[in-house]
């Protein structure tokens, strides 16, 4: 069966601290890893993987795709309280429509002041 | 503003009543997506549309949804003769094109009592 597990489920952090997300995943026949930022309502795309090796950064924000461990992380640096949301990691694969993201269940970061 | 729009915000409904969600996508995207999320879950696709064909349903769709795609425009998704399993935040996406990334809406909230 396909899935998507997200480690940890939960983290609590002091702000400037640096985090580690981290995404593993078992599909048939992968097409691309995205990372989604959450804050209660929509989730909001923060970047799409394809390729092993190669960092996407955005700001604080980086993530990168290992395809022969079958896992991706994601990192932010100096976290601000503006941090604190649920990142949710998605894959999609050949099985399905190109829209039918598998999810994993979420890591919900909490950033203190 | 030209994200994904989602009416309404919030349902409050018994059960055994019907809804209707309506989900407004970026205008120059011809896919549409609807996701079910649950608390402390990711979201779980339901449906796809390519312009006004419904070209996939999960089996978490049982035969009380139903969703359309008139004119390949906005979408509607209604639920007959809820349960109170059916209580959930019902997601609309759309994509620009195959493989590109989902932009999410702001989500319905759907409270069935």
């Known amino acids: 069966e396909d899935k998507v597990v997200q480690s940890p489920l939960s983290l609590v952090v002091h702000e400037g601290d640096t985090v580690t997300l981290n995404c593993s995943y078992e599909?048939?026949?992968?097409?691309?890893l995205l990372w989604y930022k959450q804050e209660k309502k929509a989730p909001t795309f923060l970047f799409m993987l394809?390729?092993?090796?190669i960092e996407k950064k955005s700001g604080r924000l980086s993530s990168i795709l290992d395809k022969k461990e079958l896992f991706s992380i994601l990192n932010i640096t100096a976290t601000q309280t503006g941090d604190s949301a649920v990142y949710l990691c998605?894959?999609?694969?050949?099985?399905?429509?190109?829209?039918?993201?598998?999810f994993g269940k979420g890591t919900k970061l909490s950033v203190k002041p | 503003d030209t994200g994904v729009s989602q009416n309404p915000r919030h349902k409050i409904t018994k059960r055994g009543q019907n809804v209707t969600f309506r989900c407004d996508p970026i205008?120059?995207?011809?896919?549409l997506y609807w996701y079910r999320q649950t608390l402390g879950q990711g979201p779980e696709f339901l449906t796809y549309?390519?312009?006004?064909?419904?070209?996939?349903k999960s089996r978490l769709l049982s035969d009380r949804f139903s969703a359309e795609r008139p004119k390949g425009s906005f979408s509607t998704l209604e639920i007959q003769r809820t349960e109170q399993g059916d209580s959930a935040m019902y997601l609309c996406?759309?994509?620009?094109?195959?493989?590109?990334?989902?932009?999410f809406g702001n989500g319905t909230r759907l409270t069935v009592t």
């Open positions: 996406a759309s994509s620009y094109r195959d493989n590109s990334p989902l932009h």
């Open positions: 599909v048939t026949n992968f097409r691309s």
């Open positions: 394809t390729s092993s090796g």
């Open positions: 998605a894959v999609s694969h050949d099985g399905g429509s190109q829209g039918n993201l598998i």
């Open positions: 205008s120059e995207h011809n896919r």
């Open positions: 549309f390519q312009n006004e064909a419904q070209l996939e």
